[in-house]
């Protein structure tokens, strides 16, 4: 299968990614149940797929080979008088075994010395088990299959998200304003192959997420690491701009109204009060200090108040 290409559109306001691959095309590489409301998916990926299956596939094909040389040379081999280049076709496939995948092919050794005892010591007259080592070729390219469609990456408008996990399931975001940087690493052969790693430094955070996968491991550092990334600095590239311009930024607050006190009925005043206001009010009146108008208002609430 293929990676993940750099055509994109626009629809419903999101950003919804576009893959080589019809199969992929009619999928979801992300859980949308993990977007919260109004979120939009900028980016959405999974690492190369050239890196997930290479080294199962070349195992798979030298166990397929030893168990096709074994078979044709069941009786010799058991008998111990096999050729000598028969002999050193099936050293040279087991040794190549966990050349090609660690764990599995270790395992495919382990099986395959115990076919060729097996087949000496007369405990299985048919050749067939020859390819029990193939078996656990195709278990490793079948498991790395289920891995591999079990990791997803993904940025939105307001972060970046790391979901892997088959059986237990592993999640991690980090908001963009808690990224300081950007990083894109890549080897001579990565580069031919067209992936490689990036990097998001978190300023001291691991992005929630503590992976005991090396694939996906964060730095203690204070990153949060995708490894295998098909096109990484295109990815680099829409991290960057949804850090420049993420969602809530532009969210406004709307400031609370200004406080404004209540307003408070007149007090009512005593008699002796009134009238020292009202002798007050004429004296200001006589010497034109106030207008005619100004005092009957004035007496008017002094009055009203009594």
């Known amino acids: 299968m293929g990676g993940v290409n750099q055509y994109y559109t626009l629809h419903d306001h999101s950003v919804i990614q576009m893959t080589d691959s019809p199969m992929l095309q009619r999928s979801q590489i992300f859980p949308r149940s993990r977007l919260a409301s109004g979120e939009s998916l900028l980016w959405e990926g999974r690492p190369s797929s050239i890196v997930y299956f290479v080294q199962p596939l070349i195992l798979f094909i030298l166990t397929l080979i030893f168990g096709l040389v074994l078979t044709l040379n069941y009786g010799a081999v058991g008998a111990m008088n096999a050729d000598i280049s028969v002999w050193a076709?099936?050293?040279?496939?087991?040794?190549?075994?966990?050349?090609?995948?660690?764990?599995?092919?270790?395992?495919?050794?382990?099986?395959?010395?115990?076919?060729?005892?097996?087949?000496?010591?007369?405990?299985?007259?048919?050749?067939?088990?020859?390819?029990?080592?193939?078996?656990v070729g195709l278990f490793a390219f079948l498991w790395d299959y289920i891995?591999?469609?079990?990791?997803?990456?993904?940025?939105?408008?307001?972060?970046?998200?790391?979901?892997?996990?088959?059986?237990?399931?592993?999640?991690?975001?980090t908001?963009?304003?808690?990224?300081?940087?950007?990083?894109?690493?890549?080897?001579?052969?990565?580069?031919?192959?067209?992936?490689?790693?990036?990097?998001?430094?978190?300023?001291?955070?691991?992005?929630?997420?503590?992976?005991?996968?090396?694939?996906?491991?964060?730095?203690?550092?204070?990153?949060?690491?995708?490894?295998?990334i098909?096109?990484?600095?295109?990815?680099?590239?829409?991290?960057?701009?949804?850090?420049?311009?993420?969602?809530?930024?532009?969210?406004?607050?709307?400031?609370?109204?200004?406080?404004?006190?209540?307003?408070?009925?007149?007090?009512?005043?005593?008699?002796?009060e009134a009238e020292e206001r009202l002798v007050k009010l004429r004296e200001l009146l006589e010497k034109g200090l106030i207008s005619k108008e100004e005092y009957e208002s004035k007496r008017r609430e002094i009055v009203s108040r009594l």
């Open 89 to 135: 076709v099936l050293a040279i496939l087991l040794l190549l075994m966990p050349s090609a995948e660690n764990r599995m092919g270790v395992a495919a050794l382990v099986l395959g010395v115990a076919v060729i005892i097996t087949d000496i010591a007369g405990l299985f007259g048919n050749g067939v088990i020859s390819f029990l080592p193939a078996a």
């Open 147 to 173: 891995v591999w469609t079990h990791t997803a990456f993904a940025i939105t408008d307001r972060r970046i998200m790391t979901q892997y996990g088959v059986f237990n399931i592993r999640f991690g975001d």
């Open 175 to 228: 908001r963009h304003e808690r990224i300081s940087n950007v990083t894109v690493h890549q080897t001579l052969l990565e580069r031919a192959l067209g992936f490689g790693d990036v990097m998001f430094s978190t300023s001291g955070e691991t992005g929630g997420i503590d992976s005991d996968n090396p694939a996906l491991q964060a730095d203690q550092r204070g990153a949060v690491r995708w490894d295998d």
């Open 230 to 272: 098909p096109n990484p600095f295109y990815v680099r590239k829409r991290a960057e701009e949804a850090m420049l311009n993420p969602s809530w930024q532009n969210v406004r607050v709307q400031a609370p109204p200004a406080y404004v006190p209540a307003q408070l009925p007149p007090q009512p005043i005593s008699p002796v």
